[in-house]
């Protein structure tokens, strides 16, 4: 790819002629990709997360100019491929979400987690997706069924999970477990 | 609001070119991963023209024992041949997007917590600056780009005695993204003389420095682990340059440091039993 291009979920764009527009600013308002969110704007938040050759990075915190001939996915270049993506299932069925605002950069988040587990270590455990999820801010559901939601792809994926018998779906088949053994609720 | 300022963004990809451009003009902006100075920009004017370091290749390069100043938090602390206060200090900043992004020189060069200056004071490091007058390389101490981070660093390095063991332990209000109250940075080494170490701390509120009171206490005891350990601890305490706050009383801040130098001892000399 040319350094004036950037492949956007797998499509190739020119550089905009501004060299100071912001990625979160270009996805936006240029390619109208409005699944990505600004609210921040300092890279705390996460809500404006995109994957970067694969990597999360927050496109508040990035010139597009400075990832020229890179490659960006937004949530909707994963929400293309949503029947082979689990995170978009258990978000639903965890009722990992209500106001939705952090939702896209919390599944980018989970997506860069889950594809580095599966190339590194092929298991992933509750402290691991917390971590994952760390710079990303809900204020609406309080993490845990978005936890939840995670680990249940990370299994649907193949992934071997800690202390899984352990663990407390949401609502889910596992509700019944006795308190005394949720020790990582 | 959008941000339309910086005008134009330098791409230089070699040193030569970085050095030229920083002559043509000198209030170019150096931008290594931009997640300090493009927030700061939505507030205050951005800069007119912008060099954006990680372009250059030689910035980006690394080897076992030195790292180029714009290789990103995220790969230091995947690193597996770095020390561990080094992998640990830069797995502690941010969150995992942040560290994807920000770089070794912009921890180095921005006027915060700088977790990375007290791993690598524990370690003592050199770093490497380039001359922009003659496009040379010029080696200093870590300690004088630290008062003076108005350079253009290329690299940091350090030498590693063999069998030597370190940590870095953050206390903060938060584990992500949060203030931090203090950062300690541990390296213990075998000598002839039997298990020196250096000690540094660091977002005490002034610019990360060593404790060369603490490194004479430990030496002097080392051979009696657990008592030397609560003495270094308490003479860290004593001798750690700390700003008071309205939110943190500098008596709270050396309580910490004392604190966790003592607990970083205690791991480290647990890891060295057999």
Aim: aromatic share 6%; hydrophobic share 40%; charged share 20%.
């Amino acid at each position: 790819m040319s350094l004036q291009e950037v492949c956007v979920n797998g499509m190739r764009y020119r550089l905009p002629p501004s060299e100071g527009r912001r990625l979160v600013d270009w996805l936006r308002e240029d390619l109208g990709l409005t699944g990505t969110k600004e609210a921040c704007g300092n890279g705390d938040c996460g809500g404006c997360n995109v994957l970067l050759n694969g990597g999360v990075i927050p496109s508040c915190c990035v010139l597009v100019h400075s990832i020229a001939g890179q490659e960006v996915t937004t949530i909707e270049g994963l929400a293309a491929h949503h029947a082979e993506d689990p995170l978009f299932e258990t978000f639903m069925t965890c009722g990992a979400l209500q106001c939705g605002y952090c939702t896209p950069g919390m599944i980018i988040a989970a997506r860069s987690f889950l594809d580095d587990a599966i190339k590194h270590s092929n298991f992933v455990n509750i402290s691991d997706v917390r971590a994952a999820i760390a710079g990303n801010i809900c204020r609406c559901t309080g993490y845990v069924q978005i936890v939840d939601a995670i680990l249940k792809a990370a299994v649907a994926q193949g992934l071997s999970c800690e202390s899984m018998e352990h663990y407390r779906w949401i609502g889910e088949e596992a509700y019944g477990i006795e308190s005394n053994s949720k020790q990582d609720c | 609001m959008a941000l339309e300022n910086p005008l134009r963004v330098w791409r230089p990809t070699n040193l030569d070119q970085l050095a030229r451009l920083q002559q043509e003009q000198s209030g170019r902006f150096l931008l290594a991963g931009g997640t300090i100075a493009l927030p700061s920009w939505q507030t205050s004017a951005a800069p007119e023209e912008v060099i954006y370091l990680p372009s250059v290749s030689q910035l980006r390069d690394r080897g076992s024992t030195w790292c180029g100043s714009a290789v990103t938090l995220a790969d230091i602390a995947a690193e597996f041949d770095y020390p561990t206060v080094l992998r640990q200090a830069a797995a502690s900043i941010a969150s995992p997007g942040i560290r994807n992004i920000a770089t070794l020189g912009g921890n180095l060069a921005s006027s915060g917590d700088r977790c990375l200056a007290a791993a690598l004071l524990a370690l003592d490091a050199w770093v490497e600056c380039l001359v922009t007058e003659d496009a040379t390389i010029h080696r200093m101490s870590l300690e004088s780009i630290l008062h003076n981070p108005k350079q253009t660093i290329v690299r940091v390095g350090w030498t590693l005695p063999a069998q030597s063991r370190s940590c870095f332990i953050k206390f903060g209000v938060r584990a992500t993204s949060g203030m931090n109250l203090a950062t300690v940075a541990i390296h213990l080494y075998h000598t002839t003389n039997g298990l020196d170490g250096i000690f540094s701390v660091g977002a005490t509120g002034v610019a990360p420095h060593r404790l060369p009171d603490a490194e004479k206490v430990w030496k002097a005891m080392a051979h009696q682990p657990e008592q030397a350990a609560i003495a270094t601890g308490q003479a860290a305490a004593n001798e750690v340059q700390v700003q008071e706050t309205d939110l943190i009383p500098s008596s709270y801040r050396r309580e910490i440091v004392g604190v966790l130098i003592e607990r970083a001892l205690r791991r480290l000399v647990k890891e060295e039993q057999p």
